[in-house]
């Protein structure tokens, strides 16, 4: 800089080195003491989303609630989103944009209510993805209880393991051990973590620095030798009380433990583990047809939040999602189209994620439904459309397009053949004469101008000829294919 920039405003300026480098700065000159706002790098080529901001915490009181967070742990971010929603399942309101700081402070919330928080990261480029999910002040139901373990012993020979899960903010635990001290509890089976929440110990300040880089882990075994991190204590927390923090998507475990920094003898007063199991599959689950729109029901099931129903067209999936969020069914699936057979599932969702599917459900074509109708199985041998399902010698779909049959018609100048035809655009019908049955042509046929008394879905069709010079007889027949 060889000019004073103006205040308030953004200066550009052009880079005066060529070359690639890793690190970029800006060194002060003389007495300036870093004195700058913003500084922003830019490069060739397209810049980068930044990855998610990490260590979402808050706390709360009444009616207020304090969130921090850490910035991305790597890239560029100008500005954070912070969203909300008060229901699990329910969409995320932005409700701050462009946040300069770290922190955020949301208040006029409701004493007691649950409510979820993610945050997400701004550039040149774009926005992150969302953050962990926060879930302030979880549900009582959710917090989980079981067998302590961790490090024997204390300091003091009353201050154990046994402390940190008291539900008591005066009490805490003070490890034998500087280094490597630890707290938690066997939950005797596995269990998806959704939330942590935590206290340092309790008394003075002098404390709260012990907590800074301790690690909450969750394991499939007690030695915790495959331990997966779940949060991380990214700053001395506030003493007397309760800190929320997000924890990571991680699958289901058995063993959560809080480890301790080193240096820090396991000084926590309080440690709640929030968690649930996968819910299970829904039963009862149908499906009713009318033209292009399907009904799915099912049965709720007990931890389900959400439902989530999906389709394919073929048996088996791939399913894609056509109905989310749902708090219950009946969920209406239209735009479909009437002549082809649709498969559905439905599963239930939670704060532990989504459950396993339900049993598939079948919403069928019009032959299929016909099929049903007639008292058959529509995936059986003998409701094939060539084959015979009540064995009067007229295949299936014969009886199908032509319910009502074929009629002949004649006069003493014509003669002919009409019909009422099922209007399915997946069956081809070809209409054929013969004068001998035995050498058959095939010869069009057209759309009658009379259509009244037709029932829907039908659509009346004929043909009238002259008789040729010399023929005695004749023969017509329908051919259905699909």
Not at 112 to 138: C, F, H, K
Request: charged letters at 15%; aromatic letters at 10%; hydrophobic letters at 40%.
């Amino acid at each position: 800089m060889n000019v004073l920039p103006p205040q308030g405003v953004p200066t550009t300026l052009r880079a005066s080195s060529g070359g690639t480098f890793r690190y970029v700065r800006y060194l002060s000159p003389g007495d300036g003491y870093a004195n700058v706002a913003e500084i922003r790098f830019f490069g060739a080529g397209n810049p980068l989303p930044p990855p998610a901001p990490a260590a979402l915490q808050a706390t709360h009181s009444g009616t207020t609630a304090n969130l921090t967070w850490r910035p991305p742990p790597s890239g560029i971010a100008y500005g954070y989103d912070v969203k909300r929603s008060a229901a699990f399942g329910a969409p995320y309101s932005v409700i701050a944009a462009d946040l300069g700081a770290t922190v955020f402070q949301d208040s006029g919330l409701i004493p007691g209510a649950t409510y979820y928080y993610v945050v997400s990261a701004r550039n040149d480029a774009s926005e992150s993805p969302d953050s962990d999910r926060l879930i302030l002040n979880p549900a009582a139901a959710t917090r989980l209880s079981g067998t302590v373990i961790g490090t024997d012993g204390s300091w003091d020979g009353t201050s154990t393991k046994f402390k940190v899960f008291d539900n008591s903010l005066a009490t805490y635990f003070d490890s034998p051990q500087a280094n490597g001290g630890w707290a938690g509890l066997d939950l005797g089976s596995a269990r998806k973590i959704t939330s942590i929440r935590y206290s340092p110990r309790n008394s003075t300040a002098n404390w709260l620095g012990r907590m800074v880089g301790g690690t909450f882990q969750a394991a499939d075994n007690p030695a915790f030798n495959d331990a997966v991190t779940l949060f991380v204590v990214p700053v001395a927390p506030t003493y007397n009380v309760l800190t929320t923090a997000a924890a990571g998507d991680a699958g289901a475990y058995r063993y959560v433990r809080y480890l301790s920094p080193n240096g820090g003898h396991c000084n926590v007063s309080e440690v709640q583990f929030y968690g649930s199991s996968l819910p299970a599959a829904p039963g009862g689950v149908a499906v009713e047809s009318q033209g292009a729109t399907a009904s799915i029901i099912w049965n709720n099931v007990a931890g389900g939040l959400r439902y989530r129903v999906k389709r394919s067209e073929a048996s088996g999936g791939p399913y894609e999602p056509v109905g989310e969020g749902l708090t219950g069914s009946p969920f209406e699936d239209s735009g479909l189209d009437p002549l082809r057979t649709y498969y559905y599932v439905v599963s239930a969702l939670n704060e532990a994620g989504e459950g396993s599917p339900s049993a598939e459900v079948v919403r069928y074509s019009s032959f299929g439904a016909w099929i049903l109708a007639a008292g058959g199985d529509p995936v059986a041998v003998d409701a094939a459309f060539g084959a015979d399902l009540d064995g009067d010698g007229i295949a299936n779909g014969v009886e199908y397009m032509v319910p009502a049959g074929v009629k002949p018609y004649g006069t003493a100048s014509a003669r002919g053949i009409v019909a009422m035809i099922r209007d399915d655009p997946s069956v081809t019908t070809v209409l054929r004469v013969s004068e001998d049955l035995v050498t058959w042509t095939q010869v069009p046929f057209a759309d009658s101008e009379d259509q009244e008394g037709v029932p829907a879905g039908f659509r009346r069709v004929g043909r009238m000829a002259a008789p040729e010079t010399g023929e005695s007889s004749v023969f017509f027949r329908f051919e259905f294919s699909r």
